[in-house]
């Protein structure tokens, strides 16, 4: 069986900032993310941490878009190695930062969450809302 790549980096870059993804990505609405009504299927790729770490990365003020070469894979890589040693404090002020922008999006949705039929797309067009 072939690993994910958010599977790879979570073997390759233990840490504060993997153990945070883990958390965020048991939060309902995003451990939900692309799972529709009647799926057999079940979520044990990372999918949702991978998404997390694309919020974190492209919303980074420190990390250079104009060096972003269109790989993903590679930009995420980086962006975990850099990322893989946090302090407290930088932990807390990205579970904040990410958690805060997950109500925004929550807020400004018109119809209830809930009622959405969830899929890949709409997953992915939240995480562009709240980046």
């Given at each position: 069986?072939?690993?994910?790549?958010?599977?790879?980096?979570?073997?390759?870059?233990?840490?504060?900032?993997?153990d945070?993804?883990?958390?965020?990505?048991?939060?309902?609405?995003?451990?939900n993310?692309?799972?529709?009504?009647?799926?057999?299927?079940?979520?044990?790729?990372r999918?949702?941490?991978?998404?997390?770490?694309?919020?974190?990365?492209?919303?980074?003020?420190?990390?250079?878009?104009?060096?972003?070469?269109?790989?993903?894979?590679?930009?995420?890589?980086d962006?975990m190695?850099?990322?893989?040693?946090?302090?407290?404090?930088?932990?807390?002020?990205?579970?904040?930062?990410?958690?805060?922008?997950?109500?925004?999006?929550?807020?400004?949705?018109?119809?209830?969450?809930?009622?959405?039929?969830?899929?890949k797309?709409?997953?992915?067009?939240?995480?562009?809302?709240?980046?």
């Amino acid at each position: 069986m072939k690993l994910s790549s958010q599977e790879i980096r979570h073997a390759i870059y233990p840490g504060c900032f993997d153990d945070l993804l883990v958390e965020l990505s048991k939060i309902p609405l995003i451990a939900n993310f692309s799972l529709t009504e009647n799926s057999n299927r079940s979520k044990d790729d990372r999918e949702a941490e991978e998404q997390i770490l694309r919020f974190f990365a492209f919303n980074d003020q420190n990390e250079k878009l104009e060096d972003y070469e269109g790989n993903l894979g590679t930009f995420l890589d980086d962006y975990m190695e850099k990322k893989a040693i946090l302090d407290e404090e930088e932990i807390n002020r990205l579970r904040v930062l990410f958690t805060s922008a997950l109500k925004n999006v929550k807020q400004s949705l018109v119809i209830q969450y809930s009622q959405i039929r969830q899929s890949k797309d709409l997953s992915k067009a939240l995480f562009i809302m709240i980046s």
